[in-house]
């Protein structure tokens, strides 16, 4: 593991073991959620469909995150930007297992300071919106063929009973369930089509 961070310039200091003429070529793109990032690639962890998505993930993130922004975007401050850019960082990484203090470390603001701020703007506590976004998810996800748990990794959940109660509590019956009246729908329809 060790060889694998000094093959790509990962050290203790992300950037300690690059040349100074790589070196100023990320400076312009590298943030401390870049770096933060990069060494999420290098965690030691048992590769299963799990982290195989994980890392998919991550890949996807480092590139979007050395996409220079643009000089107005560097510039802009208030909570109408971290309310914009939290919005956007849980509709990129719901599926993550993140959480609202996840998100208030990316904006560098206190957990309850952004937490109030989003109810206030939002209408909806970050919590529930990333409930929301999830639960989206696993709705289309329970039309398809995924079993349970594939749905729950793909989710971020730490295993099926956790987003069976997630579910549960969100719509009132078991994902089971309501795939089930989802298929009953879709045949009812089909058949009075007919």
């Known amino acids: 593991m060790e060889e694998n961070r000094r093959y790509v310039g990962l050290g203790t200091?992300?950037?300690?073991?690059?040349?100074?003429?790589?070196?100023?070529?990320?400076?312009g793109v590298m943030s401390k959620e870049?770096?933060?990032?990069?060494?999420?690639l290098f965690i030691s962890q048992k590769y299963d469909l799990k982290r195989y998505t994980e890392l998919c993930s991550i890949i996807y993130r480092v590139f979007s995150l050395m996409i220079p922004l643009d000089d107005s975007d560097k510039h802009k401050q208030g909570r109408e930007n971290w309310i914009s850019r939290?919005?956007?960082?849980?509709?990129?990484?719901?599926?993550?297992?993140?959480?609202?203090?996840?998100?208030?470390?990316y904006l560098s603001v206190h957990r309850?300071?952004?937490?109030?701020?989003?109810s206030e703007q939002m209408g909806v506590s970050?919590?529930?919106?990333?409930?929301?976004?999830r639960m989206n998810k696993a709705e289309e996800l329970l039309k398809s063929s995924y079993t349970i748990s594939e749905?729950?990794?793909?989710l971020?959940?730490?295993?099926?009973?956790a987003f069976t109660h997630a579910f549960r509590n969100y719509h009132g019956t078991p994902p089971g369930n309501w795939r089930r009246s989802m298929h009953g729908e879709v045949r009812k329809v089909i058949s009075e089509q007919l």
């Open 13 to 27: 200091n992300l950037l300690l073991n690059i040349s100074p003429d790589d070196r100023r070529l990320l400076f």
């Open 34 to 40: 870049l770096e933060v990032t990069l060494r999420q």
């Open 86 to 105: 939290s919005v956007d960082y849980m509709d990129t990484h719901y599926m993550e297992k993140i959480s609202v203090r996840d998100v208030a470390d």
């Open 112 to 118: 309850a300071y952004f937490s109030k701020l989003f």
């Open 126 to 133: 970050p919590v529930h919106y990333l409930q929301k976004l």
């Open 151 to 154: 749905i729950s990794l793909m």
């Open 156 to 161: 971020g959940y730490s295993d099926p009973y």
